[in-house]
């Protein structure tokens, strides 16, 4: 818990100090003491109540018309109107406050003289916290703050749930699955690599290898989880506006209005690829020398489905809030236990959408406001902002990815791990596409090998390869997007030369040469 004595409380005004616990927030001047009670707001609410208190004189007039102008079903619903108890109040001394009786609680609905908080106060106290919490404008003054306490301790992860190849057998079932429809299309590869040795696995879509090229279109669904953690309340909505949002969008506008859904024109390695879907377009470019100049592509519904959210509330075992004060940013941030949320989606989540039409033969994307995943049970190995993963959904291969878009500001991200880890989808679906190994790229630190044909984690950002990630604006709201770099098959096979567009190993460039046997691994 910080120690309020320390942050902007204290310099507001020194004569008032406090400390916060779970279930009320105490300030203390002289003898005079204010206790608050009212359980049902979250930590970051009611330090806001405060914070929003001690400077009621620093509103600008644009934050009180801003207030005036909501409808009444907008305006925020924790005022001194509240139905319930709110606030126990000490004797007046040094306040602006009424002059209330000690020790006594204080229900609206007494609206004796003795007891009513008078209606000018209420007011300017509820334009005082709409202008905290929901206007626009403060969250991006609380952007632009420092931390109260140390930076963020957590670096973004890039996770992925490690399987075994697959067995002949095994592909054979799920092939045959392809084949009848029941999941979704699939093409299977077989390739000698530079160590001579033969790899086989599947991706999504058609075979670049196949003559007949044309468009393969995966039925997508966009599902927002709304995610209520236990240990603050606080509640993590993708549907709505969050007040720190690029845009005042939610993330699922954000989202679909994302290269990763919208069709921008992408030029890759200095080859005009075409106009698509970015995962598409990284698709043929990965295979230029096989689908230049062809219809060849493998797109997600171009008006993806959003089914209606899942509510999940995370229980306290599971889950922790990390106040927005701890890393300076906009807004809480939370994180959850990947093996715990994982399997609520295969055994609750993806069993309970299958009424709205989710299964095999279609891709769910699961999409979170400003909560990632701890690994292994441990809150401090943290964090993962996506995966993807398959498993055998009543005997049937089922894939989905996890994603969320950061609006807290705890790792400023917004569309880079999503484009990661939906890459990784497309070209290893089940996790397990064997290639040879390798390593001292990326995520994978020099001495560490790894064996499977994930494109995105050689070009992990925020590790020791330098990358050359894409920015997109969309014109019609003006909100940038970040795209990770990728690597081609090639890199990971050793083909030579690249089937890549420009001849390179990646998809803009870094990669001159493919991959180097592991250990020590490295780049031709």
């Not at 069709?263 to 970015?278: A, D, L, M, R, S």
């Not at 769910?364 to 190995?381: K, L, M, R, T, W």
Request: proline share 8%; hydrophobic share 35%; charged share 15%.
């Amino acid at each position: 818990m910080p120690d309020l004595r320390k942050s902007s409380l204290r310099r507001a005004n020194p004569q008032i100090w406090g400390f916060w616990g779970p279930k009320k927030f105490r300030i203390e001047e002289r003898q005079t003491t204010w206790r608050w009670i009212e359980s049902g707001w979250s930590a970051t609410q009611k330090y806001q109540f405060i914070e929003t208190f001690l400077t009621l004189a620093s509103l600008s007039g644009k934050q009180k018309r801003d207030f005036a102008r909501l409808r009444s079903g907008e305006r925020p619903k924790f005022s001194p109107a509240l139905s319930r108890p709110a606030l126990l109040f000490g004797p007046e001394k040094h306040s602006t406050l009424p002059k209330l009786r000690s020790g006594h609680t204080y229900p609206s609905s007494e609206a004796t003289k003795e007891y009513h908080v008078k209606a000018r106060f209420a007011t300017v106290l509820a334009l005082a916290i709409a202008a905290s919490v929901s206007s626009p404008q403060s969250h991006a003054q609380q952007r632009n703050a420092k931390p109260a306490t140390t930076p963020f301790p957590h670096k973004v992860l890039y996770y992925h749930p490690h399987k075994e190849p697959m067995t002949p057998e095994a592909m054979e079932l799920i092939q045959s699955q392809v084949t009848a429809s029941q999941t979704i299309p699939l093409w299977s590869y077989s390739t000698v690599a530079q160590d001579g040795k033969t790899y086989t696995g599947s991706m999504v879509g058609r075979s670049p290898f196949a003559h007949g090229h044309r468009i393969t279109t995966i039925p997508t669904y966009l599902v927002p989880v709304i995610l209520t953690f236990q240990d603050s309340g606080d509640v993590f909505d993708p549907t709505t506006f969050d007040g720190c949002a690029p845009a005042n969008e939610s993330v699922i506008q954000l989202i679909q209005n994302s290269p990763l859904i919208g069709k921008p024109n992408f030029t890759i390695n200095g080859v005009n690829v075409g106009i698509g879907q970015y995962l598409d377009e990284f698709q043929r470019a990965n295979f230029w020398a096989k689908v230049g100049g062809t219809p060849y592509h493998t797109t997600f519904s171009t008006n993806p489905t959003v089914l209606a959210p899942v509510r999940v509330t995370v229980p306290a075992a599971h889950g922790v809030t990390i106040s927005f004060l701890n890393f300076g940013g906009c807004m809480d941030t939370a994180e959850m236990d990947i093996d715990w949320w994982d399997n609520e989606v295969q055994t609750v989540i993806i069993p309970m959408l299958a009424a709205d039409g989710v299964g095999p033969a279609n891709f769910p994307q699961f999409i979170f406001d400003s909560v990632a995943e701890y690994i292994g049970g441990n809150p401090s190995n943290c964090c993962a902002l996506g995966y993807h993963n398959s498993y055998l959904n009543g005997g049937v291969f089922q894939t989905y990815s996890v994603n969320e878009y950061d609006n807290s500001g705890a790792f400023g991200g917004d569309t880079s791990v999503m484009s990661h880890e939906i890459a990784e989808w497309l070209d290893d679906p089940s996790t397990s596409n064997a290639v040879p190994a390798w390593g001292g790229e990326g995520q994978v630190a020099a001495g560490t090998c790894q064996d499977n044909l994930e494109v995105g984690d050689p070009l992990s950002p925020g590790f020791g390869t330098p990358t050359n990630p894409f920015t997109f604006t969309n014109t019609s709201t003006g909100v940038s997007y970040t795209l990770q770099e990728l690597a081609f098959y090639s890199w990971f096979l050793g083909s030579k030369p690249s089937l890549g567009a420009g001849g390179k190993y990646s998809d803009n460039g870094t990669f001159s040469g493919f991959a180097k046997a592991c250990p020590p691994g490295g780049t031709n």
